[in-house]
């Protein structure tokens, strides 16, 4: 709420319209959406495709090392 009545605030600008805070709630929800998404994908392969390659998880927590832990 406090983001929305910022850009609505703030949105008087040459770029910009106060309307554009309306659809703050809106970006967040599908921001939130696409990491949870994301995150269950990658779950349940097991690991993660990065440019046709396949990166196993037991593989990048290793790689983590101990201050990642």
């Known amino acids: 709420m406090a983001g929305q009545l910022l850009a609505v605030g703030t949105g008087r600008g040459k770029y910009s319209r106060w309307w554009h805070g309306l659809l703050v709630p809106v970006a967040g929800a599908v921001l939130v959406w696409v990491m949870l998404r994301a995150a269950a994908s990658n779950l349940a392969l097991g690991g993660?495709?990065?440019r046709?390659?396949?990166?196993?998880?037991?593989?990048?927590?290793?790689?983590?090392?101990?201050?990642n832990r």
């Open 48 to 50: 993660i495709w990065w």
């Open 52 to 67: 046709g390659h396949f990166y196993p998880l037991s593989e990048l927590r290793a790689g983590a090392g101990e201050k």
